[in-house]
């Protein structure tokens, strides 16, 4: 399995983008599959201040990336260069982080 794992509905191709128990469209059988791990950045928050149990992780860029499959997703950016994060940054899913949300990082190569 891929760092980042989506559901697909076997029924309607419905692709879920959080885990979900059954399709929300059509009612029929999800089944888990490896999604590609890259996407594009449709927004972004830099943050400055949270608990402090993430003091080291700050700032924490929350990004909402639209995947390859057509589905948006919630997480975190990672990596030292993650706060020159633009809108349609080419983003890939970084395993390696610290949150337990799905994590990406800048795409190698972008120049974003
Ligand atoms: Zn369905």
Same mark, same amino acid.
């Given at each position: 399995m891929s760092a980042l794992v989506l559901q697909r509905c076997a029924e309607c $191709?419905?692709?879920?983008n959080f885990w979900r128990i059954g399709c929300p469209r059509c009612l029929g059988q999800l089944a888990? /599959? $490896?999604a590609q791990g890259a996407g594009v950045v449709t927004t /972004?928050?830099?943050?400055?201040?949270?608990?402090a149990r993430f003091d080291e992780h700050l700032p924490?860029?929350?990004?909402?990336?639209?995947?390859a499959e057509g589905v948006e997703v919630m997480a975190s950016l990672v990596g030292d260069d993650r706060v020159n994060v633009?809108?349609?940054?080419?983003?890939e899913v970084a395993p390696e982080g610290w949150s337990s949300k799905s994590q990406f990082r800048l795409a190698t190569g972008s120049t974003n």
């Open positions: $191709d419905y692709i879920a888990a /599959f $490896d /972004f928050s830099i943050i400055h201040r949270w608990v924490i860029v929350l990004v909402v990336v639209e995947l633009t809108v349609g940054a080419p983003v």
